[in-house]
């Protein structure tokens, strides 16, 4: 911790941690290879992506239907499939030569995760991260039979697996220390803009918005509504 400033510390938290348990320990994800990404909204999918591609050496593929959130995932290093669900597989094929990939990260849940779920491999891995775990459970009827689905959260291991939890936020830490990640904070509030950072958190899908205990009057926006 020495070594993380607490900016840096809470832009990690949570999605990073789950990104890293569900690609890393669970999916135990390889170099070069492809995996899909709904990356509509969530900052999970943002750092799923970071992770992928600047500490694994894999190939995230977005799907998003937004230019600006497309260019951020692209930024990262993903490549982009805009949302037309029927050329979905044309598409993975065109990019990885497969129809198919074994792992999918699902962050947002609702219809795309439909569509998306058919381009899963035999055995292949779903993770639900971010928002999709709030969210009503996606209809298992258009999941493949023999597939794996688990869901990522750093609540649970802090609760009931403390050792897990540290080891892996070890990692995140020292890969932000080493700079090999790049967590995007998009806005900074003091406590007394509290409701304002809600408001901002809602209307700008990209990277963490943290509030401010000290400052409490700051106002850091880094990313434009």
Request: aromatic letters at 6%; proline letters at 3%.
């Amino acid at each position: 911790m020495r070594r993380v400033s607490l900016k840096n510390a809470a832009a990690v938290t949570d999605d990073y941690f789950s990104a890293l348990l569900a690609i890393g320990r669970r999916a135990r994800i390889q170099r070069n290879e492809c995996l899909l990404v709904n990356a509509k909204h969530s900052r999970s999918a943002l750092a799923v992506i970071d992770l992928a591609t600047r500490v694994f050496g894999a190939k995230p593929i977005a799907i998003c239907d937004d230019a600006r959130r497309a260019q951020l995932c692209a930024d990262l290093g993903a490549t982009v499939i805009c949302k037309n669900e029927r050329c979905l597989p044309y598409k993975l094929k065109k990019i990885s030569g497969k129809e198919k990939v074994r792992v999918m990260i699902e962050t947002e849940g609702g219809p795309c995760f439909q569509n998306a779920v058919k381009c899963l491999e035999h055995d292949g891995l779903i993770a639900v991260l971010g928002s999709a775990r709030n969210k009503r459970c996606p209809d298992l009827s258009f999941v493949p039979m023999n597939c794996t689905m688990f869901a990522a959260t750093a609540e649970h291991y802090k609760i009931v697996d403390t050792l897990v939890y540290r080891e892996i936020m070890q990692h995140v830490f020292d890969y932000k220390s080493e700079c090999t990640i790049r967590p995007r904070v998009s806005a900074i509030f003091g406590l007394h803009h509290i409701n304002d950072a809600f408001d901002y958190y809602a209307a700008v899908p990209s990277g963490k918005v943290l509030v401010d205990l000290k400052n409490r009057d700051r106002l850091t926006l880094c990313d434009e509504l």
